[in-house]
């Protein structure tokens, strides 16, 4: 029991700062994914008078991916009957040429104005068309989730560190008692700090551990799945192995830091 | 014989304020026991924080176990407070360690061995009758009890020279008169050096021992 009290404080508090670490991390990889998905679905409408030089086209922006000319056939179909295979030819060559360009990711608003800049200037194209009215509208959204869910983790992590600091205070004074004890008796620096290490590092792999089975959890459940899968998107929730590692990695660097405060402020008493 | 503490012109003070020591003049012998007594405030445990090293002199010289410590490194201080057993007026127990664990550690400091520890921990709890309590933490013990505590850590690890401020001041005759037990057997099996500030020299004493008595600054031998 009293064991426990001595861990409990150092623990929440690095659970609270694992916690809103790995909602980020799941925030940023929806919303990565999300891109992508849009990315996908998503092209430009490029209007040019003449054929265009494809993969010209291709090599002068990163951001393109694919460019295939939507082919006029189903309209001349239509037109096909009481019309000459000249004529047919000969409209076929006037036509405008209408391509369909891809991207390889979602753009942001200034990037997709520059393509389309570059698009504009680029041969014999007329006409660009990126559908940025609905475009623009769900590009918003999502900076705007990913804005909120930023604001709600880093206010957590202040939080939490003006906790720790409130506590470290508590613990300096605990742990000062110990070590002037210690050495009244002759134990070296490293000796007396020691205590203190293994305790900050016990206490990292305990909230570590104890994260890991909360989100391991969370993660299991169907529903949160089935939330992910309604807007489109499977993405790793949770992975076991990298993200353990760095839920264990931030933990001990936080705490061997706030111990390494402790020790650097140990006075010897009279 | 060799001389365990050797002060000459010694003064004692904290930060700026009055000198409580003023140049005391005296030398301790090697398996000495030595009692110290002096008015409430005179300035008895003040000397003994200056045998530890944790008081230096403002000035003169004391040398400790050949340690002058005037002028100590770190590590030459860690050196002589390992072969010292500390009796403190306010025991200064680990309060998140058990009893055992607290008894144990000098013999942690001067890393003994595992199953060494053991035993002699257990030894030493049964000696100030507190096997019973091995498992608990100095809070949850009566101020005698934590004080006995205090003394077993202090034997621990066979100090060369035990230094105890007041190691009865808690207890009731039966307990006080284990205390001196284990103090005179300290003192004449192991040849340990004892000191002992206390307000009253119990009559029981079966080993000879020498009286040093402080006023005014002063430190005086009383014969
Ligand atoms: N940490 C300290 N800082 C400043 N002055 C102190 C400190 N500790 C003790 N003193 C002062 O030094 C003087 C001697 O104190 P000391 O503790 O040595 O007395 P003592 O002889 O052990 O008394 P007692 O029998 O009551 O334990 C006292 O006047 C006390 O006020
Ligand atoms: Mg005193």
């Known amino acids: ?270 | 014989m060799d001389k365990v503490i050797i002060a000459e012109n010694l003064s004692l003070a904290y930060s700026n304020n009055e000198t409580i020591i003023n140049k005391a003049n005296f030398s301790i012998d090697s398996g000495d026991f030595v009692f110290i007594t002096g008015a409430s405030g005179s300035g008895k445990s003040t000397l003994l924080k200056s045998l530890y090293g944790a008081l230096k002199p403002i000035e003169g010289s004391l040398v400790v176990g050949g340690v002058e410590l005037r002028e100590v490194s770190n590590s030459k201080l860690n050196f002589l407070r390992k072969h010292l057993g500390i009796v403190f007026q306010d025991y200064k127990l680990v309060k998140e360690w058990t009893i055992e664990k607290n008894i144990m550690l000098p013999l942690i400091i001067n890393g003994y061995e595992r199953t060494v520890m053991q035993n002699q921990t257990d030894s030493l709890l049964k000696h100030v009758k507190l096997r019973h309590q091995a498992g608990k933490y100095p809070l949850e013990l009566s101020g005698g009890e934590q004080q006995r505590v205090a003394m077993a850590r202090a034997l621990a690890h066979n100090p060369i020279l035990i230094l105890a401020d007041e190691p009865t001041g808690n207890l009731d005759d039966y307990s006080s008169q284990l205390i001196w037990n284990l103090l005179e057997g300290a003192n004449e099996q192991l040849k340990a050096t004892i000191i002992v500030v206390t307000h009253h020299i119990p009559e029981t004493m079966k080993v000879s021992y020498k009286h040093y008595h402080i006023e005014f600054g002063d430190i005086r031998e009383v014969i």
């Open chain 1, 1 to 270: 029991m009293k064991s426990f009290k001595n861990h409990f404080s150092l623990v929440i508090a690095l659970v609270s700062i694992l916690f809103s670490l790995q909602i980020f991390t799941i925030v940023e990889r929806a919303i990565d994914a999300y891109r992508e998905n849009l990315a996908k679905n998503y092209a430009l409408v490029v209007v040019a008078q003449k054929r265009v030089d494809t993969d010209k086209l291709l090599n002068s922006s990163e951001l393109i991916a694919s460019i295939n000319d939507i082919s006029p056939d189903s309209v001349i179909a239509k037109l096909n009957s009481g019309i000459s295979k000249q004529n047919i030819a000969l409209l076929k060559a006037t036509l405008l040429k209408f391509y369909k360009v891809k991207l390889n990711y979602y753009p942001s608003p200034n990037e997709l104005e520059k393509l389309t800049e570059l698009l504009l200037h680029s041969q014999s194209i007329k006409r660009v068309e990126a559908f940025s009215k609905t475009y623009n509208t769900t590009y918003r959204l999502l900076l705007l989730f990913k804005t909120v869910i930023s604001v709600f983790a880093f206010t957590v992590i202040i939080v939490t560190i003006l906790l720790i600091f409130k506590e470290l205070r508590i613990w300096q004074f605990k742990h000062n008692e110990r070590m002037s004890i210690m050495g009244l008796f002759g134990a070296p620096a490293w000796l007396r700090s020691a205590v203190l290490f293994r305790l900050a590092i016990v206490d990292a792999i305990i909230a570590s551990i104890f994260s890991f089975v909360i989100f391991f959890y969370l993660t299991s459940l169907s529903w949160i799945e089935e939330q992910f899968s309604s807007i489109g998107i499977s993405i790793v929730l949770f992975d076991k192995i990298y993200d353990f590692l760095i839920m264990l990695g931030v933990s001990i660097a936080v705490s061997m830091l706030l111990a390494t405060f402790i020790v650097l402020g140990h006075k010897e008493e009279v």
